[in-house]
């Protein structure tokens, strides 16, 4: 049997987050969820008593494990969306990020980590652990002091289920690798609790072809999400997997990294704001080579530079960067496409009318974000009247790019080789 695939985020964020969009609402994710193209969505900050008190409200369980959104809300949402993308299956996980902070090895660290749950109900029950040990009321996504592998252990213990994901492993600050504060193993994070890490996510700044020349990675899935702080950066990078409608095959996918895990869709590393090393107050910007060179310090105020995710990747690989997996996991770049379209019109923000105008056009008439991206023939995109965006997404389906790395907080730059001036 064929199971169907699905495209799957679990990180992402509602407007209880600090630093997130007032439409961080179910009804905001289930709109753009259509309109990207993805399937199976993380609530978020299940930890926020009010936020579960809106997913008991507006969401229903469907398949085992999964949660619709309430019907009324749905038509209403459907009403608004293009014919096109109506259709289009949305479910729901119970999901958060939960920062903790603790000391370690003589050293503080502050490590970010996904919890996907199989109800609501075991939500709650996590809850019920951990509003003893901090305010879960503060942020959607809490902070507490609490050692990474204890929370491993107090999920594992309200249920062996639950998904637990070291978050964006490779960020200077709060990675499991990361160059500030992580570890340099799994091992050495979560001690004899480590078998029971079965997946990591890459985070912006890096992609699965860096991940694989690290040894202590062999076996674990590397998965993709958005972190998503407003709907429309949902799919900003996601994980594909071939499973059925249902919490137990679609994280069992994950945790077994076999080929029900088809592979990931990425933004391209170096767009991430880590990607690189240096000193945004500077305007410093260096390669893993010109950091180590300069003895890793700032060359304009000689303070200790911002030590970014390639050099990190480098400082604990122990393969070639050309290192391939074995498990042929399927990787895809993409680039957002009002992002594309702006590059088109030469606009330097997607939030402009005609940016966005073009935008839902391109939807109405050719489906989902992810399939233009993706799936739909270039021919179609050029013959439905998108003769420019039809040679642009050729390019990037090619990789035909030219990358500005990102560095210190700052996000790269990946634009379009030589694309014409027209616009779409």
Known sequence: MIMPELIVDLHVHSHYSRATSRDCTLEGLQRWGKIKGINIIGTGDFTHPQWLDELRNKLIPAEPGLYRLRDDLAAAIDAELPPAVREQLIRFVPSVEIATIYTKGGRVRKLHQLLVAPSLEVAEAINARLERIGNLNADGRPILGLDAKELLRIALQVDPRVLYIPAHIWTPWFGMFGSKSGFDSIQEAYEELAPHIHAIE??????????????????????????????????????????????????????????RLIGTIEFFPQEGKYHHDGHRTCNVRLTPQETKALGGICPVCHKPLTIGVHYRVDELATRPTDFVSSLQKHVQYIIPLAEIIAELKGMKTTASKAVQTDYFRAIEQLGHEFAILRTVPIDTIHDAGFVELARAIDKLRRGDVSIDPGYDGIFGTIQLSKLPDDSI
Do not use: F
């Open 202 to 259: 890459t985070g912006l700044s890096s992609d699965p072809a860096m991940n694989w020349r690290i040894a202590n990675l062999d076996g674990i899935a590397i998965t993709s999400h958005s972190d998503a702080h407003s709907p429309s950066k949902l799919g900003r990078e996601a994980t594909v997997v071939a499973a059925e409608l249902a919490y137990d095959d679609i994280i069992g996918a994950i945790k077994a990294n076999d080929r």
